[in-house]
């Protein structure tokens, strides 16, 4: 719902806007490995913010070669100790064709429809972190309350039912109808849902979004926030929820996590 923010990036960066534009010209070898650096590193930052709880909670990335097949971190392994070799390949049927370790279910049946209901999604995020499952306990989407928060403006949905754990993929598809074309969904008394057009877009709607729930619960405490006005909001949404805002907010935290968990990478 939003342009990829092109054009935004070279009025942030002036003259110098090349040098921050995502590469395009990998090889399929060299992007299936991005992508799986991106995974793996997501994972570490998704530790590091506390997303984990016990074996809740997956992201995906779609693979460039085998379109219908992404790849997922393994059931029941820390997000904290995700590796690139770790990392499982899985088809449309939920078959593993790489990898020895089991596969979240869950991880299945939500991931699998969201990537064939919307082929533009190469990464998709879920996991069960505090302040995304604790707003969605209200049934609400978020308001444009903060220049943060306006990156989902208009372009979140919610998924306005619970039905235990998603083991199912009628359950799974009604998911992805719910998402639509957004960059997000809540799922009320779950938690939240993000994708994108890259790993690292997907990613980093998810820490944005939470911490969005978080500014709001905080400030609805202490009083009444102020919205802003549609207007603004809008032509916000346009400056920080372009795909490439979201794939470029992500990368200090990238350069940050694997100078420091260089292991990631193995």
């Known amino acids: 719902m939003v342009d990829t923010g092109i054009e935004q990036a070279k009025k942030l960066a002036g003259g110098n806007s090349a040098a921050l534009l995502p590469r395009t010209d990998r090889t399929v ?12 590193a997501a994972f570490r930052l998704f530790s590091r913010f506390g997303f984990d709880e016990g074996v809740a909670g997956h992201i995906t990335a779609r693979d460039p070669e085998l379109t219908d097949h992404f790849w997922v971190n393994p059931f029941g392994m820390h997000f904290g100790h995700i590796r690139v070799s770790d990392l499982l390949l899985v088809r449309h049927d939920g078959e593993i064709v790489h990898g020895d370790r089991p596969v979240n279910a869950a991880a299945f049946a939500i991931h699998s429809q969201v990537h064939a209901a919307r082929p ?10 505090v302040y995304g499952k604790t707003w969605s306990t209200l049934g609400r989407l978020l308001d444009p309350i903060t220049q943060d928060a306006c990156a989902f403006y ?3 949905a919610l998924f306005d039912a619970y039905s235990g754990v998603v083991l199912d993929l009628e359950e799974g598809k009604r998911i992805a109808h719910a998402l639509g074309d957004r960059k997000a969904a809540i799922l009320r008394n779950h938690g939240l849902l993000t994708v994108g057009q890259s790993v690292e877009e997907a990613a980093w709607w998810f820490i944005t979004m939470e911490r969005s729930c978080q500014a709001q619960l905080m400030a609805e405490a202490a009083g009444s926030p102020v919205l802003i006005d549609e207007e603004m909001a809008a032509l916000t949404r346009g400056q920080v929820g372009s795909h490439f805002a979201g794939w470029f907010s992500f990368q200090p935290l990238f350069a940050k996590i694997t100078r420091e968990q260089p292991d990631l990478f193995e």
């Open 29 to 40: 070898e060299e992007e299936r490995l991005h992508r799986k650096q991106n995974l793996a």
């Open 120 to 129: 533009d999604v190469i990464g998709a995020a879920h996991s069960h972190s």
């Open 154 to 156: 208009d372009d979140h």
